[in-house]
């Protein structure tokens, strides 16, 4: 094996010694998406020293052990009810954008399936749309989970700028990471104890749909989660008698072309940027729709 890439794990709720944990796994990358704080945060010039820590602390922990650390910018949807802060926030990521780490937008998406997240949602897509960004998604949890991927999946595709190809539906379950992956978005599959994935259920996945632009990821955030489960998946993979090939797929080569996708150095290799797109009209009417559409 290659060692294996994270591609969406909180290391800013990490002691330093998980990254040497994950170090002695074989881990060679990580990816960490902005995310909520484990409170709700007051002033968007909290979230500026936040994108500080992600783009320029998280970078120099990792490279003690030889880990590469990439990132993403956001408001994520726990906090996107507050509209007004959520769009100081979004006025703050272009400042952040060009840091060589940043991967793209994300991890943004619904929490509650609310308007105001629908809203908040969108003006995130704006800001992916015209500054070409990766995008990531955060699917809603257990019971919400249908209803909001549901919801994102068309207001993606409502967005002709968008290419699935560029964007990563992630926490993906089986019964929505078909409808996902038929869209053409890359998916992710989060192992978490409680109320996502575990490792033999992602691997069942696999075997299922196959392992094509699928990405495992363990999260590792501030509640009860493991950041060594990309591991743990690989290691049931063997349990199950996968081929080498399949393993490397799962846990190291899937990442890095969409990775590589990313306008900086999105990976190991430097990317094209990606075509211009044509623009779309305001997105708050959209929004309005979209969660009239899917009360």
Not at 10 to 27: E, F, K, P
Not at 101 to 121: A, P, Q, S
Not at 218 to 231: E, H, I, N, T
Not at 263 to 282: E, Q, T, V
């Amino acid at each position: 094996m290659p060692g294996y890439i994270d591609p969406h794990i909180h290391m800013i709720s990490r002691v330093t010694d998980d990254y040497q944990r994950l170090a002695y796994a074989g881990c060679r990358a990580v990816s960490e998406p902005a995310f909520w704080a484990g409170f709700d945060r007051g002033s968007a010039e909290g979230f500026r020293d936040y994108f500080r820590h992600l783009t320029e602390v998280e970078p120099k922990r990792a490279a003690q052990f030889g880990i590469q650390h990439f990132s993403w910018l956001c408001i994520n949807a726990k906090e996107a009810e507050n509209v007004s802060l959520s769009r100081d926030v979004i006025k703050l990521i272009p400042d952040f954008l060009e840091r060589p780490n940043v991967l793209g937008i994300g991890e943004i998406g619904l929490n509650k399936n609310t308007k105001n997240e629908c809203t908040v949602f969108l003006e995130h897509l704006e800001l992916a749309a015209t500054r070409r960004e990766l995008v990531l998604i955060h699917t809603p949890h257990l019971e919400d989970k249908h209803q909001g991927t549901r919801m994102i999946l068309d207001m993606l595709r409502s967005d002709g700028r968008l290419d699935p190809g560029r964007v990563c539906v992630d926490h993906v379950e089986e019964h929505t990471v078909g409808p996902a992956r038929a869209a053409g978005f890359w998916c992710g599959m989060t192992l978490y104890p409680v109320t996502k994935c575990t490792p033999q259920r992602a691997a069942d996945i696999v075997e299922r749909f196959g392992p094509e632009r699928l990405l495992v990821n363990s999260a590792g955030d501030w509640g009860k989660s493991d950041p060594l489960a990309v591991p743990e998946f690989i290691q049931e993979m063997k349990r199950r008698g996968h081929a080498e090939s399949v393993l490397r797929e799962g846990g190291y080569e899937n990442p890095l072309p969409f990775f590589r996708q990313s306008r900086r150095r999105g990976g190991p290799a430097r990317a094209a940027p990606a075509p211009g797109l044509p623009r779309l009209g305001p997105t708050a009417r959209l929004g309005d729709r979209c969660h009239a559409e899917h009360r």
